[in-house]
């Protein structure tokens, strides 16, 4: 089987330069747009720590959308939303759900939205929102209407749409102050969405343990809407609502009230930013169309949906759909590893092989002190080279195949911990025999599964021969040895023992230097070489760091925290140290830097037969994107796929004969499959009367020129305020 192509980028910092070279987020479907016409309609990107596998292909996306996303398909939500909702336990809805609680509840949702006619049932409600806002609007002026933010008028629009929707032919609600709730509820969730974005590619975590302001504001656009939705849905909970009304159909289908209230708010959550947008690009398309304003006159409301279909065609508001593969798969040529998870064990051995920086005595001085002298004795090199070298010697005869024995050993873990995990299923499964057997209680049970789950633990470790101890080995040597060469070094300045010819290796040091240290046995004074070593130090927790597949343990955390303090903490003492001893700290970490840097490497990983495990950077290959903005614009699948012919969606048309390639399934607005947009009958109502009564009451200038181009911004939205006139018609 082939792999996937991947972009050629450098080791360690991946492609993420031509990340910011593509323009960092908001060009995001420009940059892979780009990366889809150089390297074909699959391929692998790596961002940060994860790879993703993009996915171009009309057919490949329809395959992984209908038969390989399994019973439950999944999707990556975005990293904020799903800390606030483990943060604040917040229980949320369809979005947010997963497994059988979302099958059970998409499945009523399917029946109330989804099943033919369902439109008719949710037209009037639409009809009559619409209207009154078409009516606020034309009353506001004369002849003419300057929206200044229309994106925030078909935002509220689309809030009141649904709460219609949901509470049915009923009086609008109107309570104390209903409008100025609404207007702050909508407000609040357009923000979720914008900070959301701003917190694109920030450690997030981070931003949330400091309390930082991009942070701050993402939490109250929630805390806000979440409250404000909730405070809606219970008036309309309370409300005499209609029979025909969402509501009341949810109520019926025994729904308890939590329920209600997680899936409407996340409707009405869900539903503003992607409507308000979508119709923002109709109208602007329309604006600049006009042509297509008289069609939609003169062949009536049948002819609104091509031009739905054509503007998400051209700005599909989700230009990325991701599902993650619940098992291994075939997509198209290549094979697709499903999710794996990750032993968080070898985190606390790793955490071991930084404390070399730790300082202890050792009884080895002595030795490591008279093997310097006796190689520069030998060698007759000067004693900044005596010590590089000698440094590079000990540590690739010692720690270099330490570190890859190490490294075998903690592969050959990690894929243990993925065995265990499969068998733990059938350990429970015994268990519970056991308990009905022996009529065991709750606390013998647990007990019982314990000590089998250590067994096979046990029997897995020794079958593979792979005690994670043995991966401590090179730490045990490492420690010591750094100590060692640290005070041999010193003892050398220090003249120590006393003995003529230490006062000769004494005078030697101080002229043995290079550069900007001739003197070795001052310190540094240019801090070039303690900002290196603390540079260096830092570079290795990161990237070990890095090569972590899943958010790592607390613990690591911790560890890491406090190595990342401590490297910093050495600069100035290694700024205070004779540059001697300093220059076999830098040389011994810039050894170390360089050999973590190889050790990522897969072929030489495989060279040195260290076994494939999970964490490392290359696999598994898991989360799947659907470049729907590519698949859109691909001239295989649409003729002149940059222009705006609504046309080429009827099928009756005359003019279609003209367009060779139409294929209908390669634009993919709203998803396809179970986990497919289960609003999309309400948004296409919604847009098609909108659309309808504009049409009919307004002719639609546009102002902005060609300047208008899509960015990524949660969803695909305009670069710019879209600035149109609707004029009064006479
Ligand atoms: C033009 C308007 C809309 C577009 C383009 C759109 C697009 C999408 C897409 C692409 C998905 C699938 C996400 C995924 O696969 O991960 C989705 C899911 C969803 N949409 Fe929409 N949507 C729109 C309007 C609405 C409306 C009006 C509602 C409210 C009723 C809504 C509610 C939802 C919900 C609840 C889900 C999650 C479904 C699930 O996970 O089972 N959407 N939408």
């Given at each position: 089987m082939e792999s996937i192509p991947r972009p050629k980028g450098l080791p360690i910092i991946g492609t993420k330069l031509d990340l910011i070279k593509g323009g960092l987020g908001t060009k995001l479907h420009e940059f892979i747009d780009a990366r889809h016409r150089h390297l074909g309609n699959i391929f692998i990107e790596n961002f940060g720590t994860t790879d993703l596998i993009?996915?171009?292909?009309?057919?490949?996306?329809?395959?992984?959308?209908?038969?390989?996303?399994?019973k439950y398909p999944s999707h990556i939500l975005p990293d904020p939303w799903l800390l606030?909702?483990?943060?604040?336990?917040?229980?949320?809805?369809?979005?947010?759900?997963?497994?059988?609680?979302?099958?059970?509840?998409?499945?009523?949702?399917?029946?109330?939205?989804?099943?033919?006619?369902?439109?008719?049932?949710?037209?009037?409600?639409?009809?009559?929102?619409?209207?009154?806002?078409?009516?606020?609007?034309?009353?506001?002026?004369?002849?003419?209407?300057?929206?200044?933010?229309?994106?925030?008028?078909?935002?509220?629009?689309?809030?009141?749409?649904?709460?219609?929707?949901?509470?049915?032919?009923?009086?609008?609600?109107?309570?104390?102050?209903?409008?100025?709730?609404?207007?702050?509820?909508?407000?609040?969730?357009?923000?979720?969405?914008?900070?959301?974005?701003?917190?694109?590619?920030?450690?997030?975590?981070?931003?949330?343990?400091?309390?930082?302001?991009?942070?701050?504001?993402?939490?109250?656009?929630?805390?806000?809407?979440?409250?404000?939705?909730?405070?809606?849905?219970?008036?309309?909970?309370?409300?005499?609502?209609?029979?025909?009304?969402?509501?009341s159909k949810m109520i019926k289908e025994n729904m308890n009230d939590q329920t209600i209230s997680r899936i409407v708010v996340d409707f009405i959550i869900a539903a503003g930013d992607t409507t308000a947008y979508t119709s923002l690009w109709i109208l602007y398309l329309l604006s600049r169309n006009t042509?297509?304003?008289?069609?939609?006159?003169?062949?009536?409301?049948?002819?609104?949906?091509?031009?739905?279909?054509?503007?998400?065609?051209?700005?599909?508001?989700?230009?990325?759909?991701?599902?993650?593969?619940?098992?291994?798969?075939?997509?198209?040529?290549?094979?697709?590893?499903?999710?794996?998870?990750?032993?968080?064990?070898?985190?606390?051995?790793?955490?071991?092989?930084?404390?070399?920086?730790?300082?202890?005595?050792?009884?080895?001085?002595?030795?490591?002190?008279?093997?310097?002298?006796?190689?520069?004795?030998?060698?007759?090199?000067?004693?900044?080279?005596?010590?590089?070298?000698?440094?590079?010697?000990?540590?690739?005869?010692?720690?270099?195949?330490?570190?890859?024995?190490?490294?075998?050993?903690?592969?050959?873990?990690?894929?243990?911990?993925?065995?265990?995990?499969?068998?733990?299923?059938?350990?429970?499964?015994?268990?519970?025999?056991?308990?009905?057997?022996?009529?065991?209680?709750?606390?013998?049970?647990?007990?019982?599964?314990?000590?089998?789950?250590?067994?096979?633990w046990r029997q897995l470790i020794e079958r593979d021969n792979c005690h994670p101890l043995k991966a401590t080995l090179v730490i045990w040597f490492q420690i010591p040895l750094w100590v060692c060469m640290s005070f041999a070094i010193r003892n050398l300045v220090n003249m120590h023992p006393p003995h003529p010819s230490a006062m000769v290796t004494f005078m030697e040091l101080s002229t043995g230097g290079f550069g900007w240290i001739p003197n070795l046995i001052e310190p540094d004074h240019s801090f070039i070489l303690p900002v290196a070593f603390g540079l260096t130090n830092l570079a290795i927790i990161e990237i070990q760091r890095m090569s972590k597949l899943r958010e790592p343990s607390r613990v690591y955390n911790i560890f890491t925290n406090v190595f990342r303090g401590f490297s910093i903490v050495m600069i100035p003492i290694a700024a205070n140290v004779p540059s001697c001893l300093c220059l076999y700290w830098v040389t011994s970490s810039a050894f170390g830097l360089i050999q973590n840097l190889c050790l990522l490497s897969p072929s030489l990983r495989r060279k040195l037969r260290i076994p494939l495990a999970p964490s490392e950077l290359e696999n598994p290959y898991t989360p799947i994107i659907a470049s729907i903005y590519t698949s859109g614009r691909e001239q295989k699948y649409f003729s002149e796929p940059e222009s705006f012919l609504p046309y080429r969606w009827d099928r009756h048309d005359e003019r279609k004969k003209g367009l060779s390639n139409h294929v209908s399934y390669a634009s993919l607005p709203f998803a396809l499959g179970a986990r497919s947009c289960v609003g999309r009958k309400i948004a296409m109502v919604q847009m098609t009367e909108?659309?309808?009564?504009?049409?009919?009451?307004?002719?639609?200038?546009?102002?902005?020129?060609?300047?208008?181009?899509?960015?990524?911004?949660?969803?695909?939205?305009?670069?710019?305020?879209?600035?149109?006139?609707?004029?009064?018609?006479?």
């Open positions: 993009f996915v171009s292909d009309a057919d490949l996306i329809r395959t992984l959308f209908i038969s390989l996303e399994g606030y909702e483990k943060l604040y336990g917040q229980k949320r809805g369809l979005l947010f759900m997963d497994g059988e609680e979302w099958l059970q509840n998409r499945r009523i949702m399917n029946k109330l939205l989804l099943r033919e006619g369902a439109e008719s049932c949710i037209k009037n409600s639409v009809a009559q929102t619409i209207q009154t806002f078409i009516q606020t609007c034309a009353e506001k002026s004369e002849n003419e209407i300057i929206f200044k933010d229309i994106a925030s008028n078909l935002y509220k629009l689309s809030t009141e749409v649904l709460i219609q929707v949901l509470i049915g032919n009923t009086d609008p609600l109107k309570g104390n102050h209903y409008d100025e709730l609404l207007q702050i509820f909508t407000e609040s969730v357009k923000k979720i969405f914008q900070t959301t974005t701003k917190l694109y590619g920030l450690p997030i975590t981070w931003c949330q343990r400091l309390n930082l302001k991009v942070w701050r504001d993402f939490k109250e656009a929630v805390d806000v809407s979440l409250l404000l939705g909730n405070k809606l849905v219970n008036e309309m909970l309370a409300l005499k609502r209609s029979e025909d009304g969402l509501m042509q297509e304003i008289n069609a939609i006159r003169i062949n009536g409301q049948t002819y609104i949906p091509f031009v739905i279909k054509e503007a998400m065609r051209l700005y599909p508001v989700a230009p990325f759909l991701t599902r993650i593969l619940p098992q291994d798969g075939i997509l198209g040529q290549y094979n697709v590893k499903k999710a794996k998870r990750h032993l968080s064990l070898e985190s606390v051995v790793k955490w071991q092989q930084e404390t070399y920086m730790s300082i202890s005595n050792s009884t080895l001085v002595n030795f490591m002190q008279d093997g310097l002298l006796q190689i520069h004795e030998v060698s007759g090199l000067n004693w900044w080279c005596t010590i590089v070298s000698s440094t590079i010697l000990i540590r690739a005869c010692m720690t270099l195949p330490l570190t890859v024995y190490q490294n075998y050993i903690l592969a050959k873990v990690e894929n243990i911990g993925l065995e265990l995990k499969d068998l733990v299923n059938e350990l429970k499964k015994e268990t519970s025999i056991a308990r009905k057997v022996y009529s065991l209680n709750d606390k013998q049970t647990v007990l019982l599964y314990k000590r089998s789950l250590k067994k096979q909108l659309i309808w009564q504009v049409v009919d009451s307004f002719d639609l200038v546009c102002l902005n020129g060609d300047s208008i181009t899509p960015i990524t911004s949660q969803a695909l939205i305009p670069n710019k305020k879209i600035e149109i006139h609707f004029k009064k018609r006479v």
